[in-house]
């Protein structure tokens, strides 16, 4: 259900929400179900404006059919593949994340989700010379990590700055702020960030922090809202053609497994999904400190999935890629 927010078409201003939502109006698919001559009597609204902003609700949320060739041709046309930064995920993803889709780093504390996020913006913005927007929820995002990663890339102290300013950072701590994120940029302020290069991802740390607390018992409000986020993460990602980069927590099957948290309903939404782990081998003590992480391909239409690699959490710039190679073969003991 998409909940009916001022501002979502013309018409629909502040009042109007208001009326409708004390009628017990609060969704786009209430509003198309209603009769609107009666909605219009018992709302004391003009029938005129109510049947305008159905007409443009269904038009902004119907579904239209679209050939297969339609299809096959936009995505030959739009899709681009952005490099992580990092060979062994590069290389697990298929040369990278893609544009118009979303790709899930899943992974418990500790596993380099948040290091992983960093690094591809860092690269992102400063090897492509593309503005991301970056979503942080936890609190977790620090000005000066994302300038030490680009020490590692470049001693220009200009290049540096420039590529901080092509990094456009959001706090925000609740699913709704993240929700009212969404679609604002979608609406037109992820133009803002393109002084700097066109934006060519999106990346949130973490979708789980802002979902997850609200899910389980019976709070039915809290599935609505993660399908919400889904669905504007989707369609910013599609319309706006960028990369969608998402973290997420992990949870334990039945049987111990580690696996992605928000469960069934959230798992089809991230087209690749990847899962974060500590690399195993060395005494205990080294393993703590280790900056080796594993990441296994668990969900992919593009590759088997099962598929793991290891790689350094410290080699993001292009200079260490060999000395990253030689330490993948030490730890793995090839």
Not at 39 to 44: M, V, Y
Not at 90 to 113: A, N, Q, R
Not at 308 to 315: G, K, S, V
Request: proline share 3%; with cysteine.
């Amino acid at each position: 259900m998409v909940v009916l927010r001022a501002g979502m078409c013309p018409g629909l201003d502040e009042d109007l929400v208001r009326a409708l939502r004390a009628a017990g109006i609060k969704t786009v698919e209430h509003v198309v179900s209603s009769d609107m001559e009666e909605l219009a009597q018992r709302c004391s609204l003009s029938y005129k404006t109510l049947f305008s902003v159905r007409r443009v609700l269904l038009a902004q949320h119907a579904a239209f059919p679209v050939s297969a060739a339609d299809l096959y041709e936009e995505l030959l046309s739009s899709t681009a593949i952005l490099s992580t930064g990092n060979p062994s995920l590069d290389k697990l993803l298929d040369s990278g994340v893609y544009t118009g889709e979303i790709t899930e780093l899943s992974g418990g504390p500790g596993s380099g989700k948040s290091q992983v996020c960093f690094g591809v913006a860092v690269h992102i913005a400063h090897r492509l010379k593309r503005s991301v927007v970056f979503i942080d929820t936890t609190g977790g995002l620090a000005a000066g990590r994302l300038l030490q990663m680009l020490r590692a890339e470049t001693s220009d102290a200009e290049e540096q700055m420039e590529a901080l300013q092509r990094i456009q950072v959001f706090r925000l701590f609740d699913v709704f702020s993240l929700l009212d994120c969404l679609h604002a940029l979608r609406a037109g302020r992820l133009q803002q960030a393109r002084a700097g290069g066109s934006v060519k991802a999106l990346i949130v740390d973490s979708v789980s922090a802002v979902i997850a607390p609200l899910l389980g018992g019976k709070q039915n409000e809290g599935m609505s809202l993660m399908i919400q986020v889904a669905g504007a993460l989707k369609t910013l990602a599609k319309d706006l053609n960028v990369a969608a980069l998402v973290s997420n927590h992990v949870t334990r099957s039945g049987d111990g497994e580690l696996q992605p948290g928000l469960g069934a309903s959230w798992a089809p939404v991230p087209r690749t999904r990847i899962l974060l782990e500590r690399a195993e081998g060395g005494a205990a003590e080294d393993a703590v400190h280790s900056s080796v992480r594993s990441a296994t391909l668990i969900k992919s239409s593009r590759r088997p999935c099962g598929i793991t690699e290891q790689f350094d959490l410290r080699c993001w710039s292009r200079s260490a890629d060999a000395s990253c190679g030689k330490r993948k073969l030490d730890q793995t003991g090839s």
